[in-house]
């Protein structure tokens, strides 16, 4: 089976332009993390979805958004870039949202913003 | 929040054990200990996680303090694979990860 999927794989932007990053989790896995990882440090959690709603969200400003879709992929929004928002930004899947369930991540879409 | 501390960094010799150490003061009862490690350029890969016992699989061992206010990775005999950032982290039951921090991990470096 395919693991968590993300596209795209490399991305550069300008300041104040937007981006839209695509994550199709594990087949059957019906929740998807988004995390926001920094060169030199850990994982920032951004949002967690299950079954298409929202079920926490970490301590990002408003222009960043996620939606996840009926077949349980999604999409992270980021409006007006900053430069600050270069980073690797992860998606991870699990069945479902509970604290003792697995997380299984993507390669990452790394961000490069200008 | 839920806080862990590891050390910095650590190094091991190729086909020796290894023991990664992680400090969780706070830890409340109904947070889960897991520990994932991370290769250059990599996503984050899940390594095992435990509650209260101490528990095995075929990637390594967790040995869970009594007290639950510290854990240790055992890496049975490290490989030149298994050089890689270890982060421990917790994870409440109800999967709340609005108080989930990663911190900076361990990196591993093993000698041949």
């Known amino acids: 089976d395919a693991g968590v999927t993300q596209s795209p794989t490399h991305l550069i932007k300008t300041r104040g332009q937007q981006v839209t990053l695509r994550c199709s989790p594990i087949s059957g896995h019906k929740s998807v993390s988004w995390y926001q990882q920094v060169l030199g440090q850990g994982p920032q959690f951004i949002f967690q979805y299950y079954e298409k709603e929202e079920r926490g969200r970490g301590n990002f400003p408003d222009r960043f958004s996620a939606r996840q879709f009926p077949n349980y992929s999604s999409e992270l929004n980021v409006n007006a870039l900053l430069l600050g928002d270069s980073a690797l930004y992860l998606c991870a899947s699990s069945w479902t949202s509970g604290g003792s369930d697995t997380q299984y991540f993507g390669p990452g879409t790394r961000l490069t913003v200008l | 929040d839920a806080k862990t501390t590891q050390p910095n960094s650590m190094e091991s010799n190729e086909e020796e054990p290894v023991h990664l150490p992680c400090n969780h003061s706070t830890i409340s009862g109904t947070d889960y200990i897991h520990w994932y490690r991370q290769l250059p350029s990599q996503g984050p890969e899940y390594v095992i996680h435990?509650?209260?016992?101490?528990v095995n699989n075929r990637m390594a061992s967790l040995a869970i303090a009594e007290d639950r206010k510290s854990s240790t990775l055992i890496l049975h005999r490290a490989t030149l694979r298994d050089a890689a950032v270890y982060y421990c982290?917790?994870?409440?039951?109800?999967?709340?990860?609005?108080?989930?921090?990663w911190g900076l991990g361990t990196s591993l470096a093993v000698n041949p």
């Open positions: 982290i917790l994870r409440d039951r109800a999967g709340n990860n609005r108080k989930l921090i």
């Open positions: 435990g509650l209260t016992s101490n």
